[in-house]
């Protein structure tokens, strides 16, 4: 049961993406969409906190009529819906950017540049499109990497060669490099390619809701975060209200405040959101 108090007070509403607001098509439900604009005019406000792109998170914002700024890359960016202004944004520096071009360049691994708008590549990394499963991401090649090594949020190296790409990975590891994060994984859908994403170290979701929060100066206790994967664990660490779909992790089910019955795929945060509009609807 959902206590009704505690919904009542909620003033904002932070979801994860992929396998928790969409289903496997990347549609969000017409019911979700009705209790996000009946909950918007009692005052609630919504944003997301993504892997994907800011420029892939934006159709999806304006298709709700949100407005607050949205967080992208694993709270590695936040950025409002339009225009310009980023709240936070945590760029790997330049010499690391500039180490991964020359490793990909020597052992011949594909490599692309993640900014908060497209994902960059050169006509040597010309298979990144088809390797990459980035949501809605706009890819844009290049003729070199030049002038795009400072403001780089994400490095990704794709390849078949396993031993090359862990190498790498090892390259970047303590003690060779500080202030990094890395994730290596194979891929579930290109079968013999591994991964590897660099990021600047210091940066998840749960600390870019914080982050966002004290912009928008709302108390984590009146948040609410939904999330099925890895990547939301740093979220339900938090002081929020924590919601997961049936489809989440075991992880995040244990973390959970409400695990829902229904999955992404049967728009199971729907089941909460109604909930959600009924308590500020009720009169207690």
Same mark, same amino acid.
């Given at each position: 049961?959902?206590?009704?108090?505690?919904?009542k007070?909620?003033?904002?509403?932070?979801?994860?993406?992929?396998?928790?607001?969409?289903?496997?098509?990347?549609?969000?439900?017409?019911?979700?969409?009705?209790?996000?604009?009946?909950?918007?005019?009692?005052?609630?406000?919504?944003?997301?906190?993504?892997?994907r792109?800011?420029?892939?998170?934006?159709?999806?914002?304006?298709?709700?009529?949100?407005?607050?700024?949205?967080?992208?890359?694993?709270g590695?960016?936040?950025?409002?819906?339009?225009?310009?202004?980023?709240v936070?944004?945590?760029?790997?520096?330049?010499?690391h950017?500039?180490?991964?071009?020359?490793?990909?360049?020597?052992y011949l691994?594909?490599?692309?540049?993640?900014?908060?708008?497209?994902?960059?590549?050169?006509?040597?990394?010309?298979?990144?499109?088809?390797?990459?499963?980035?949501?809605?991401?706009?890819?844009?090649?290049v003729?070199?990497?030049?002038?795009l090594?400072?403001?780089?949020?994400?490095?990704?190296?794709?390849?078949?060669?396993?031993?090359?790409?862990?190498?790498?990975?090892d390259?970047?590891?303590?003690? /060779?490099?500080?202030?990094?994060?890395?994730?290596? /994984?194979?891929?579930?859908?290109?079968?013999?390619?591994?991964?590897?994403?660099?990021?600047?170290?210091?940066?998840?979701?749960?600390?870019?809701?914080?982050?966002?929060?004290?912009?928008?100066?709302?108390?984590?206790?009146?948040?609410?975060?939904?999330?099925?994967?890895y990547?939301d664990?740093?979220?339900?660490?938090?002081?929020?209200?924590?919601?997961?779909?049936?489809?989440?992790?075991?992880?995040?089910?244990?973390k959970?405040?409400?695990?829902?019955?229904k999955?992404?795929?049967?728009?199971?945060?729907?089941?909460?959101?109604?909930?959600?509009?009924?308590?500020?609807?009720s009169?207690?």
């Amino acid at each position: 049961m959902f206590d009704i108090k505690h919904l009542k007070k909620i003033e904002f509403v932070l979801f994860d993406i992929d396998g928790t607001l969409v289903n496997d098509n990347g549609e969000i439900g017409e019911t979700t969409k009705q209790l996000i604009c009946d909950l918007k005019k009692l005052g609630v406000r919504f944003s997301f906190a993504s892997g994907r792109l800011h420029s892939a998170l934006v159709p999806l914002a304006e298709s709700l009529k949100l407005h607050s700024p949205l967080i992208s890359l694993d709270g590695t960016a936040i950025k409002s819906l339009t225009g310009k202004n980023f709240v936070y944004r945590s760029f790997i520096k330049d010499k690391h950017v500039k180490q991964a071009i020359e490793y990909s360049e020597k052992y011949l691994i594909n490599i692309a540049l993640c900014h908060s708008e497209a994902i960059y590549f050169t006509e040597q990394n010309s298979v990144i499109p088809k390797l990459m499963d980035k949501f809605g991401a706009v890819y844009k090649e290049v003729n070199s990497y030049d002038g795009l090594t400072d403001k780089t949020l994400e490095i990704v190296f794709a390849g078949d060669n396993k031993r090359t790409v862990e190498y790498v990975r090892d390259k970047f590891s303590f003690p /060779f490099a500080l202030g990094v994060s890395l994730s290596y /994984f194979r891929s579930q859908t290109h079968e013999g390619i591994y991964y590897l994403e660099i990021r600047r170290s210091g940066s998840s979701k749960g600390k870019a809701m914080k982050r966002l929060l004290k912009y928008l100066s709302i108390d984590e206790d009146r948040t609410v975060v939904a999330g099925d994967w890895y990547n939301d664990l740093s979220l339900f660490d938090t002081k929020a209200l924590k919601i997961a779909p049936k489809n989440a992790i075991a992880e995040l089910k244990k973390k959970a405040d409400y695990v829902l019955e229904k999955t992404n795929n049967e728009e199971g945060i729907a089941v909460f959101l109604e909930e959600l509009l009924k308590a500020k609807m009720s009169k207690i």
